[in-house]
């Protein structure tokens, strides 16, 4: 499964997408390993990528909902922390099987889906939300100035 990055993938907030662009292009270089044939020599590589990067992605969303209240932050927390389990899950797995096609090909999958639904449904309504508040701050200020 593809993870090219599409347009459609964009939430609208700059340091976010261009974020999202990242794990989706490392992702897309796993794809491209797996069908070379390489997908158990660069799935380490793949997991040393996502233990810092996803972390630093998750914390810079998790202050952005803090910024603006975001009334759904203990879910989206919730869904990153999930995420990050099941990572930690399938790291044990490289750690104890070494490292394979099948492995590869099962993480790919699994991060492919993930990344793809949460970015399309969850951080959406996250940049959703946050495009409503600078809406209201913004008229807020006309009112208070005009």
């Known amino acids: ?30 794809e491209e390993a797996l069908h070379a044939g390489k997908g158990g020599e660069k799935i380490i590589e793949t997991f040393r990528f996502l233990d810092n990067y996803v972390r630093r992605h998750f914390r810079a969303e998790e202050e952005l909902q803090q910024l603006y209240s975001y009334p759904h932050l203990a879910m989206h927390f919730a869904e990153h922390m999930s995420f990050i389990t099941r990572l930690s899950e399938l790291e044990s797995r490289l750690t104890s099987e070494g490292p394979s096609e099948r492995l590869a090909a099962h ?40």
């Open 107 to 146: 993480t790919n999958s699994f991060l492919t889906q993930w990344l793809i639904s949460h970015v399309t449904t969850l951080d959406k309504q996250l940049s959703g939300y946050i495009d409503e508040a600078r809406t209201r701050q913004w008229e807020q200020w006309l009112v208070s100035h005009f």
């Open 1 to 30: 499964m593809s993870v090219t990055w599409k347009s459609s993938f964009s939430i609208g907030i700059l340091e976010i997408d261009s974020q999202h662009r990242e794990l989706f292009a490392n992702l897309d270089r796993l």
